[in-house]
């Protein structure tokens, strides 16, 4: 008599949408799902094409505290005495401090046509693959555009453009190297990505060789990069805990009432070196 062995596959995880169209099917439009992870990071389409979200330049730190203590760095007040070897490290001169952060929520909405709700199947891929994208262009926002973004940290300095858009884009990253660091990311928008670095694939593949990464977003206005030393610069602490479920959209979230889902996630952006960050323009 035969017997079959055991498989040595692992049950895979359900997918958000999976979990979400799961606990619809038992509670209906009082459906909410509490998940052990950071849905921005399971968008699928992730797994097929070579496109990073502005998270992915950052280190992340789990933590279940709802304030993150961190340090950071800072350029000499005016008038601070004079330090042994500025002139030469200019970063021997940063002073030292700790402060704390707190978690806040980002979240993104869809409203979910009708007939979908007796799909299960539709009702997960349309979870999946509308409102988790939906929630990665909301943190998108909130790490370029939001209270305590890249954009308006204090600290981060402005670069006026160089002779051309690829010169302003590689002195930015000199820059950072005279700080002390070594650039490692770019958030730039689509717009530039395509009219400037998509025609130079020499520079696009000297950068990638480099191991600088390049988060394209409309979170950027065309004409504007960020470039840092992301790893060493800043952390995302985050929860690690995401939710999914119905409820009622601020007013003005869509044109028209309808059936609508939101996901959140809690995180929070600390830049431990915004000497480190630059905002350059390219032309």
């Known amino acids: 008599m035969l017997t079959q062995s055991p498989s040595n596959e692992q049950p895979t995880e359900p997918s958000p949408g999976q979990a979400f169209a799961a606990a619809f099917a038992a509670a209906g439009t009082s459906a909410r799902v509490e998940l052990p992870t950071t849905i921005t990071e399971q968008f699928p389409g992730f797994k097929r094409r070579p496109r990073i979200a502005m998270r992915s330049l950052f280190k992340i730190v789990k933590t279940r ?14 008038g601070a005495a004079a330090v042994r070897d500025e002139k030469l490290r200019q970063e021997a001169a940063f002073e030292f401090h700790v402060d704390k952060i707190a978690l806040k929520p980002t979240t993104a909405w869809v409203q ?7 799909d299960p199947v539709e009702l997960a891929n349309f979870i999946n693959f509308r409102l988790l994208v939906r929630l990665g262009t909301a943190e998108n926002q909130t790490l370029a555009l939001g209270r305590g973004g890249l954009l308006e940290a204090p600290g981060v300095r402005r670069l006026a453009a160089g002779p051309d858009p690829v010169s302003s884009l ?3 990253c000199d820059h950072v190297e005279l700080m002390g660091g070594s650039a490692d990311g770019i958030v730039m928008s689509t717009t530039d990505y ?3 670095l998509v025609p130079r694939q020499d520079i696009a593949s000297s950068l990638a060789a480099l191991g600088i990464q390049i988060a394209r977003t409309r979170m950027l206005s065309p004409g504007t990069i ?4 992301f790893f060493a610069g800043a952390t ?18 869509f044109a028209r009432d309808g059936i609508a889902v939101q996901a959140e996630i809690r995180t929070a952006l600390a830049i431990h ?11």
């Open 194 to 196: 395509y009219r400037y």
């Open 273 to 283: 070196l915004p000497t480190h960050f630059f905002v350059a323009s390219l032309v």
């Open 236 to 253: 995302i602490y985050d929860s690690g805990r995401s939710s999914i479920g119905f409820g009622r959209p601020p007013d003005g979230t």
């Open 170 to 172: 590689l002195s930015a």
């Open 112 to 118: 979910i046509p009708g007939p979908l709700l007796d």
């Open 65 to 78: 505290e709802l304030d993150a203590k961190y340090w950071y760095e800072t350029r000499p007040v005016d």
């Open 226 to 229: 960020i470039v840092g030393d």
